[in-house]
């Protein structure tokens, strides 16, 4: 290929994503500043599916790689992200088709699952009826700092890119030890500190011992002062970071986000499981002592169609029996996560 050849790739590459970026645009009520700073961050062309009209593309998403825990392992998803159809070109299937275009890709890639996150309510029922099942919850509490009596020598600061590194070995870390939960990778990390600071929003670091030893995300939205990720290795580190918070912000009440409780859950995310075969071999290599069979019908991806047989720590897969009655996947998805707390965290949604 050469030089002219490169400058009308990139040319055509460039055109996509302004045009994409204008969709996004039409379609949701995010300010120009953030739509210009997730297209820069967020967009490539190799994650970016869409459906042209005129060379237009009239309904489009994005496919960003993620990882979770899983048990003793990490398995690859791909969370799908700017999902949108033109106003013109609505209730005509088109999503519909997008999103089967996606899960071919991504089930050719090896992928796991995918996961999305509702614009709004509504849409919940909406993916529901396509095959996705809402696992991601969180809990939300207000905690008044008022009355904090801290006694601890801990020394606390805030973010900066000098130590970027070290904070993301701590912060990997924590996300790590959490099953079920979505990883952030280094670069990952970087978008979301550079939008947090960009939203008037705040990092806060704490060390002990010459070692970071607690982390907290903060952002503030319509003046309220909301913890969207904490660590701390002891009650009173994280006791130092939120009064910190709390002086930092002029705020005695914060809103704290965590995993999920038994009581006060509220729904964020949904996934659809994307390769049945090797999502089954990893449950039943944690759940040796299960022995059943899970007969699955998928109208999408047909090569998930089948009888699968979980015995001794191992996934066997069978032709289809029409004889019995199957699965649709979002059934799949209630079983593989029963009991279980998938949490998310940190996503540019809010």
């Not at 309510?121 to 909406?126: A, E, G, T």
């Not at 009650?235 to 970071?241: D, G, N, T, V, Y």
């Not at 005695?252 to 949904?270: N, V």
């Not at 090569?303 to 996947?329: D, M, Q, T, V």
């Given at each position: 290929m050469n030089d002219v050849d490169i400058n009308i790739d990139m040319a055509k590459q460039m055109k996509l994503k302004e045009l994409s970026k204008a969709l996004y645009k039409l379609c949701f009520d995010d300010s120009d500043k953030f739509a210009d700073f997730y297209f820069d961050k967020r967009y490539t062309e190799k994650n970016h599916f869409a459906i042209f009209e005129n060379n237009n593309p009239v309904a489009a998403l994005q496919a960003i790689p993620y990882m979770m825990t899983f048990f003793d392992e990490?398995?690859?998803?791909?969370?799908?992200?700017?999902?949108?159809?033109?106003?013109?070109?609505?209730?005509?299937?088109?999503?519909?088709?997008?999103?089967?275009?996606?899960?071919?890709?991504?089930?050719?890639?090896?992928?796991?699952?995918?996961?999305?996150?509702?614009?709004?309510?509504?849409?919940?029922?909406?993916y529901g009826k396509n095959d996705y099942e809402t696992i991601f919850y969180r809990t939300k509490t207000q905690i008044n700092t008022r009355n904090f009596n801290i006694?601890?020598?801990?020394?606390?600061?805030?973010?900066?890119?000098?130590?970027?590194?070290?904070?993301?070995?701590?912060?990997?870390?924590?996300?790590?030890?959490?099953?079920?939960?979505?990883?952030?990778?280094?670069?990952?990390?970087e978008i979301v500190c550079e939008d947090i600071y960009n939203?008037?929003?705040?990092?806060?670091?704490a060390e002990y011992g010459n070692k970071i030893a607690g982390i907290s995300f903060v952002s503030l939205v319509n003046s309220n002062i909301t913890v969207n990720e904490h660590f701390a290795d002891t009650r009173e580190i994280s006791a130092s970071l939120l009064k910190t918070i709390s002086e930092k912000t002029a705020a005695d009440s914060l809103t704290y986000i965590d995993i999920p409780q038994k009581k006060h859950c509220e729904a964020i995310g949904m996934m659809r499981i994307i390769c049945v075969e090797k999502i089954l071999q990893l449950y039943a290599k944690k759940y040796r002592n299960c022995h059943t069979a899970v007969f699955v019908k998928d109208s999408v991806i047909a090569e998930n169609s089948g009888c699968y047989r979980i015995s001794n720590g191992e996934c066997i897969k069978l032709p289809f029996e029409n004889s019995h009655e199957a699965w649709k996947i979002a059934q799949l998805t209630q079983f593989v996560f029963d009991g279980q707390t998938p949490y998310m965290s940190l996503m540019l949604n809010e």
């Amino acid at each position: 290929m050469n030089d002219v050849d490169i400058n009308i790739d990139m040319a055509k590459q460039m055109k996509l994503k302004e045009l994409s970026k204008a969709l996004y645009k039409l379609c949701f009520d995010d300010s120009d500043k953030f739509a210009d700073f997730y297209f820069d961050k967020r967009y490539t062309e190799k994650n970016h599916f869409a459906i042209f009209e005129n060379n237009n593309p009239v309904a489009a998403l994005q496919a960003i790689p993620y990882m979770m825990t899983f048990f003793d392992e990490k398995i690859d998803l791909a969370y799908l992200s700017a999902i949108c159809t033109h106003p013109n070109f609505r209730r005509q299937g088109l999503m519909t088709k997008l999103l089967e275009k996606t899960y071919r890709q991504l089930f050719a890639d090896g992928i796991y699952a995918a996961f999305l996150i509702p614009a709004d309510s509504y849409l919940f029922d909406i993916y529901g009826k396509n095959d996705y099942e809402t696992i991601f919850y969180r809990t939300k509490t207000q905690i008044n700092t008022r009355n904090f009596n801290i006694k601890n020598d801990c020394k606390i600061y805030e973010y900066s890119e000098a130590n970027k590194h070290e904070t993301f070995k701590y912060f990997d870390r924590k996300m790590s030890e959490r099953n079920f939960c979505i990883q952030h990778s280094f670069s990952d990390f970087e978008i979301v500190c550079e939008d947090i600071y960009n939203s008037s929003g705040l990092i806060l670091i704490a060390e002990y011992g010459n070692k970071i030893a607690g982390i907290s995300f903060v952002s503030l939205v319509n003046s309220n002062i909301t913890v969207n990720e904490h660590f701390a290795d002891t009650r009173e580190i994280s006791a130092s970071l939120l009064k910190t918070i709390s002086e930092k912000t002029a705020a005695d009440s914060l809103t704290y986000i965590d995993i999920p409780q038994k009581k006060h859950c509220e729904a964020i995310g949904m996934m659809r499981i994307i390769c049945v075969e090797k999502i089954l071999q990893l449950y039943a290599k944690k759940y040796r002592n299960c022995h059943t069979a899970v007969f699955v019908k998928d109208s999408v991806i047909a090569e998930n169609s089948g009888c699968y047989r979980i015995s001794n720590g191992e996934c066997i897969k069978l032709p289809f029996e029409n004889s019995h009655e199957a699965w649709k996947i979002a059934q799949l998805t209630q079983f593989v996560f029963d009991g279980q707390t998938p949490y998310m965290s940190l996503m540019l949604n809010e």
